[in-house]
């Protein structure tokens, strides 16, 4: 388990260091099909946060050296100099209901400059999963990280909600999904978190919000 703690917090570091290719490539999973309501900016980096996809090559390589189960990465940058700070968090949801909201997070950003969040979930033993938040701003870097029980869940999947979205000061924005069910039967990831919440016993959403 010290193990896995210890590869974990190692991975975040190597993000912060730039260490991996994380340029837009093939989505390595096939969990998601990004739905079309989603915003897409083709060519366009200012004012917008994207979903990073990334060879299955690459994922091999990383869960290999940090033993993540599952990593989502997004570039962002914004276009206007008095957005400098991002808050994360992750709300919690159970069968159908609001339920908490674990471990935020804010940073100081650099704005009209490309920055960085990644998250990562890795096992750390059969009843607990970590997952590790963290923002990359140039040369620096901030992160939380918090623990999830895995229970008795006959199913679970992790994929991201977004493309690409404009943002918006002081709007929430949905980045990831992490979605549970108790019963056997086929499971469906959809981009809609609204549908995640009424469709799975557990639902864990990543958001983040940009301001001044």
């Not at 924005?173 to 469906?188: D, F, H």
Request: proline share 4%; glycine share 4%; with cysteine.
């Amino acid at each position: 388990m010290k193990l896995k703690i210890f590869l974990a917090c190692l991975f975040a570091l190597a993000f912060a260091a730039g260490i991996w290719n994380d340029a837009p490539k093939k989505h390595l999973a096939k969990l998601v099909n990004i739905s079309a309501s989603s915003t897409v900016f083709s060519g366009e980096k200012a004012n917008a946060i994207s979903y990073v996809p990334i060879t299955d090559d690459e994922y091999t390589s990383i869960r290999s050296a940090s033993g993540a189960d599952s990593l989502f990465i997004y570039k962002f940058q914004t276009d206007d100099e008095n957005i400098a700070w991002i808050d994360c968090w992750t709300d919690h949801y159970v069968n159908g209901s609001y339920k908490e909201t674990l471990a935020s997070m804010g940073t100081s950003m650099r704005p009209k400059q490309e920055n960085k969040l990644y998250w990562s979930l890795t096992s750390v033993n059969d009843k607990e999963q970590m997952w590790i938040v963290s923002v990359r701003d140039g040369g620096s870097f901030s992160s939380s990280k918090g623990s999830i029980a895995k229970e008795a869940f006959a199913s679970s999947q992790a994929g991201p909600i977004i493309n690409s979205q404009k943002i918006v000061p002081e709007e929430p924005i949905t980045l990831s999904a992490i979605v549970r069910k108790k019963e056997q039967g086929s499971t469906s990831f959809r981009p809609d978190p609204d549908e995640l919440i009424k469709s799975y016993d557990e639902v864990y959403l990543l958001k983040c919000r940009f301001k001044s």
